[in-house]
Structures are given as structure tokens and as C-alpha cells.
């Protein structure tokens, strides 16, 4: 695959090369709608033409100006634009990775408290209009913080500046406002709809059905 045979051609560039080149990798790879394959055609000549530059000593600066963004964002602007089968089934799979993963966990963890403590109760009454608003919220709400992650990501290539208070912004942004609007959300939300009494066991299956629906729709993808 390119992939691959990018990953192990980038070790032979020098360190500075190399740092340009993935930052370039990172910009372009991240742009949404476009074709993978040529997308990663047109990576693989770039890193051709940088190893033929490094091998005759010259600076990488006559591949990618003085303004590597600037180069970059053409490269995007000339890609086909493309939105795949392959790209809604990720976001499927990342949707049933999410609650097979928040499913699986709470009915794991109300069981373990269960055997532990013998007064926690093992059943929980939903409502299942709160239950499919929240489910829809949070789904937004990951697709926003994945959003902004890639937003990020992109800004964060060709950056010099401090990656500490980098990782403190991003750190608050991605973690600590989306974690408050989940408790928000969760706590607060009132109750309306058809009521459903469910042992909370039952939530572990429901949580590895769904992990499976996510491994089908990765290997679609």
C-alpha cells in the first residue's frame, strides 16, 4: 500500500526534511472530501522529489517555497473532491464504537457495584424519548469535538510556538467542555416519553452487538 511504503520511505529523510514533509502529510491528509488514493499518490511524488533533493544537498525550500502551507493548500485545492462509502462507514463505525463503548462500561460497572454493595439496585427505568435525544446529542456533540480535533490538528501543522500551552488549549477545548456539556446533558436532561424497565446486565450485549456492528462497517469501509 502507499501508506506503507510512504512510512518507511519517510525515514530516510534528515530531520529538518523530515518535519516539513510530515507537517505537509498531516495538513493534506486531514482536508476533508477528498479522494484517498490520489491524495496519497501526489504525497508519495512530493516525498520522491524531497529524497532527490536531499541526495543532492539541496534545500527543500525549491520544492516548497518559503510558504509550506501556502504550498500545501494548493495541493488540497487540486484534489478531487469525494464523498466515499468508505467515509460513511467510518463514521457509522466511529458512532457504534462510541456507544458500544459507553453502554458496555455502565452495565459493567452498575454489576461490579452490584456484587460488591448489596443494596445497589441492578434495574434502571429510561425513558426513551430522553434516551434518543441524548443519544443524538452526543452524537453531535463527538462529531463537533472530532471536528474541532481535525481543525486543530491542521492549525497546529507548520506551528512553531509553545506546545505546552498547545496541549493545555486543546486539553480544555477537547476534554474538559465536552466532558462538562456530556454531565450537563446526562443530569439535567428531563424525562419524557415511553418508560423502560431494563436490567442493567442487558446493557452489556447491547454494548458488544454494537462493538461487532462497528468491526462490519470498518471492514466495509
Known amino acids: 500500500m502507499l501508506i506503507e511504503e510512504n512510512n518507511q ?10 518535519q516539513i514533509y510530515e507537517d505537509i502529510l498531516v495538513y493534506v491528509r486531514l482536508s476533508f472530501s477528498k479522494s484517498e488514493q490520489e491524495t496519497e499518490e501526489i504525497l508519495m511524488e512530493l516525498l ?3 529524497l532527490i533533493l536531499q541526495k543532492e544537498d539541496r534545500d527543500a525550500s525549491e520544492l516548497f517555497g518559503d510558504n509550506p502551507r501556502g504550498y500545501a493548500d494548493e495541493i488540497i485545492g487540486e484534489l478531487p473532491k469525494t ?3 468508505k467515509s460513511l462507514c467510518l463514521f457509522g463505525m466511529g458512532v457504534c464504537y462510541f456507544f458500544a463503548t459507553s453502554t ?11 456484587f460488591l454493595f448489596d443494596h445497589i439496585q441492578t434495574s434502571r427505568t429510561y425513558s426513551l424519548g430522553t434516551v434518543l435525544v441524548n443519544s443524538f ?3 453531535v456533540i463527538a462529531a463537533i469535538v472530532i471536528y474541532g480535533m481535525i481543525r486543530y490538528l491542521r492549525w497546529s501543522c507548520f506551528n512553531s510556538g509553545s506546545k505546552v500551552s498547545e ?3 486543546a486539553g480544555v477545548i477537547f476534554g474538559i467542555i465536552p466532558f462538562g456539556l456530556f454531565i450537563v446533558l446526562f443530569y439535567f436532561m428531563p424525562s419524557f416519553g ?22 462490519w462497517l470498518r471492514k466495509k469501509a
Open 137 to 139: 446529542s452526543s452524537v
Open 83 to 85: 464523498v466515499t462509502k
Open 9 to 18: 520511505k519517510r525515514e530516510l529523510l534528515n530531520e529538518k526534511n523530515k
Open 194 to 215: 415511553v418508560m423502560i424497565n431494563l436490567e442493567v446486565y442487558w446493557l452489556m450485549p447491547i454494548g458488544v452487538i454494537l462493538f461487532f456492528v462497528g468491526q
Open 167 to 169: 496541549r493545555i488549549f
Open 48 to 50: 520522491d522529489h524531497l
Open 104 to 114: 458496555f462500561f455502565q452495565g459493567f460497572l452498575v454489576m461490579l457495584l452490584s
